[in-house]
């Protein structure tokens, strides 16, 4: 791996720890996500509730189970979950309101690397917050 690309992904991680955000599953998706994707497409499906799933990597929301299902984790919750390797899959659960502190890190980084989508990534956020009835502190 080139040291540009670690340096970039470590600056992403330490941003969230500095911010004392730790859940490292949360991290690693939006890490991937917002490096890795269209970043303002990947808002618009937070804001959808219709996030990128894959073997790898992905988000469900528990709004998808019934409340008697097994699967079930929860009311207004956001799971995360992330593929380590040899069958290791860990996950984190969020509520709505940090789940929007963990978007607004990976947008105020995605929005120095492109300050052109400035406008565009924090309306998504901002929709994203009122969804959720998240009011600023």
Do not use: W
């Not at 859940?23 to 996030?51: A, G, H, M, S």
Request: hydrophobic share 30%.
């Amino acid at each position: 791996m080139n040291e540009n690309f670690k340096s970039e992904r470590r600056l992403f991680r330490d941003t969230y720890l500095n911010k004392d955000l730790k859940k490292q599953n949360v991290i690693n998706v939006l890490l991937e996500l917002t490096i890795d994707y269209n970043f303002i497409e990947t808002l618009q499906r937070f804001l959808d509730e219709n996030v990128v799933r894959r073997d790898t990597l992905g988000v469900v929301y528990s709004d998808e189970f019934d409340t008697s299902e097994e699967e079930y984790f929860g009311e207004d919750k956001v799971l995360f979950y992330y593929y380590y390797g040899l069958d290791e899959i860990k996950e984190d659960i969020v509520t709505h309101e940090e789940l929007c502190d963990y978007l607004e890190v990976a947008c105020d980084f995605y929005i120095k690397k492109h300050p052109d989508k400035k406008i565009e990534a924090k309306n998504l956020l901002e929709q994203i917050k009122e969804k959720y009835q998240i009011k600023e502190n």
